[in-house]
């Protein structure tokens, strides 16, 4: 789901892409003074120029023999072809040359400056070189040795007035920028007292921004040290203590929140999101221990708000639900149906299980109580799985009818989450519109105690298998019966849809009546799920009757079901609300 998405791409490396990187020496395309000067050789640059060799012929790359020494770094060389090239012509002419620009757009004095040769920088500023050159791709030598991380090139060139906020490269980041993305804490200490601390890319990210989301722990340091913003926001409303959470930097989180970060700031235009959304969405546990500890709870369940549980169930991140959970957060945390579509993380977190019967999510919600909607159950019943449906019944107590009224209910009994009255007529009418599917539900709902005469209803004795029919009879007093059932039944019966059991022509035998009783007495729900028959003053081959354990199940009728995502569909624009409580 795309409003889910969180995901802040990296910026990677602003410096942009050169084109073809041609290193090799062609002898077709490289002078021989160019070739000797890339070795470095002093004395064969000087014997070539002597010649009559030229300085200033080109190969395949724009390069001449003044740019092949200042790569080299040698600065022999370089002061040879230098002195060449004054000697052959005005000063205005050795003042172009050592300007001359590559095909990239690279001079003499950015190509040793990328490299780090501190000598050559200086002889070539010497002849006065343009220090600010642009590149094709808007470099110039200060962002080059900033880049490489060469200290001393970056105060050389500083020292001689280099310009430190031009922007660099299509995304417009500064040499701050860079220092920082690279980790070069050195240059970026001294760059924090020259530069715009504040300065904006693009996506208007400051170089404290870019410390947070690459986990430069130093540089970071150093940035908040000089002063610069820890709340800055992006474009898109994002913080540095969002990226750092979201990226799992556990020190820079720390840091910034040590330091005024606010984790309640919106860092989204779409919802409020919050860092500790990040955290919990990419699964950084420690990340996310920190922030639950100072985030505000609004979050949780106030209105207009997403509960952090929704984008940790988004990504399957079941250690986040758990510490969520765990530190109270609520199951059922807000609907966000306005905002994401969703009405409950449990509901999310159904409709994410893949072919699962359920996902560990699911079973951490329900484990801490998340209530049930229609829309849940229809996992549970409309399904030849019971995996979902014995989940919940792990934990989740049936009440008898008698003990709920509208207005309150039991939390817990027996050290489970009590039904709701809302919840168990929900599950009643999921449970008549699958009758389909009763063969796989119907013994367990039974076994936990659910009251069999809730299911005597038209609809389940039109449409129940005659199996299924049979076993949820021996439950009741089929003698009993009203006249609107029994005329379902003799229809049936007349019809040859359903073939009673033999003994439903009789009147209940007085053992089976006794048991009804008991049932009646202790509840169904104490009968079937605790050891109260234990406790009766009757014998004990007498328990297992008395819980209905002598009665078959039925076996489920198998036929090719649709996709569970198309019967969810289909009872949504079908089911019928049967009133059964």
């Known amino acids: 789901m795309s409003t889910m998405m969180l995901l802040r791409p990296a910026q990677g490396d602003k410096r942009g892409h050169k084109g073809m990187d041609f290193t090799e020496c062609y002898g077709d395309t490289v002078s021989s003074v160019a070739a000797a000067a890339r070795s470095g050789c ?10 009559g060799f030229s300085v200033d012929c080109r190969d395949n790359r724009g390069w001449n023999a003044l740019h092949e020494a200042s790569a080299a770094g040698s600065k022999e060389c370089v002061q040879e072809i230098l002195s060449a090239a004054g000697a052959a012509g005005s000063s205005r002419g050795c003042h172009t040359y050592v300007n001359s620009l590559t095909h990239e757009g690279e001079s003499a004095c950015y190509l040793a400056a990328q490299r780090g040769h501190l000598a050559v920088v200086r002889l070539l500023l010497k002849a006065h070189a343009n220090i600010n050159q642009l590149t094709n791709d808007l470099s110039c030598p200060l962002y080059a040795a900033v880049d490489g991380g060469y200290k001393e090139v970056v105060e050389l060139l500083l020292s001689k007035g280099a310009e430190v906020n031009r922007t660099h490269t299509a995304s417009c980041w500064t040499c701050l920028h860079q220092a920082v993305y690279k980790g070069h804490s050195e240059i970026v200490r001294i760059l924090v007292n020259v530069c715009n601390l504040e300065a904006l890319d693009d996506h208007r990210i400051s170089p404290l921004f870019v410390a947070a989301q690459y986990g430069q722990q130093q540089c970071l340091e150093i940035l908040v040290n000089a002063g610069a913003n820890v709340n800055t926001q992006a474009a898109d ?35 409020p999101q919050l860092p500790i959304h990040a955290a919990a969405e990419f699964g950084h546990i420690g990340v996310l221990r920190r922030l639950i500890d100072v985030t505000d709870r609004v979050c949780d369940l106030g209105d207009g708000m997403v509960s952090p549980l929704y984008v940790a169930v ?12 765990r530190e109270g957060y609520s199951p059922d945390a807000q609907d966000c149906t ?24 699911v079973r951490l919600l329900v484990a801490a109580g998340a209530s049930f909607s229609e829309e849940d159950w229809i996992y549970a019943l409309a399904t030849d799985k019971t995996d979902l449906l014995q989940l919940i019944l792990e934990h989740r107590w049936i009440p008898r009818p008698e003990t709920l009224t509208r207005d309150c209910s039991v939390p817990r009994l027996h050290g489970k ?14 449970a008549l519109n699958q009758v389909h599917f009763a063969a ?18 038209p609809h389940m004795l039109e449409q129940a298998v005659g199996e299924v029919l049979n076993y949820l009879l021996e ?14 039944l003799d229809r049936r019966r007349a019809e040859k849809s359903w073939e009673p059991c033999p003994h439903f022509d009789s009147i209940p035998c007085l053992s089976h009546i006794c048991r009804l009783q008991v049932r009646l007495v202790l509840g169904p729900d104490l009968l079937m799920r605790t050891n109260a028959v234990q406790q009766l003053p009757v014998p004990s081959v007498l328990h297992g009757f008395l819980q209905f354990r002598d009665i078959l199940k039925a076996s489920y009728t198998h036929s090719p079901p649709s996709p569970l995502l198309n019967r969810i569909q289909g009872y949504r624009s079908t089911h019928q609300h049967r009133h059964v409580l």
């Not at 002093?42 to 010649?51: E, W």
């Open 440 to 457: 796989c539900w119907l013994p367990l709902l039974l076994k936990a105690g659910l009251e069999p005469s809730l299911l005597l209803q």
């Open 338 to 361: 306005h905002i994401l579509g969703l009405r409950s993380p449990l509901t999310f977190a159904l409709c994410r299980t893949s072919n699962k019967p359920y996902s560990e999510s």
């Open 417 to 430: 989450t009590v039904l709701k009255l809302q919840e168990l007529r929900e599950l009643l009418c999921v």
């Open 42 to 51: 002093r004395k064969r640059v000087r014997r070539l120029i002597k010649r």
């Open 237 to 271: 409303l994002a913080t540095p203590l969002l990226i750092a959470s979201q990226e799992g930097h556990q020190a820079c989180v720390d840091f910034l929140l040590d330091h005024g970060a606010d984790p309640n700031v919106a860092c989204s235009h779409d919802w």
């Open 314 to 325: 988004n990504r399957h991140q079941s250690e986040s639900v758990e510490m969520l959970l």
């Open 475 to 488: 439950f009741v007093n089929w003698s009993t019966l009203s006249p609107p059932l029994k005329h379902i």
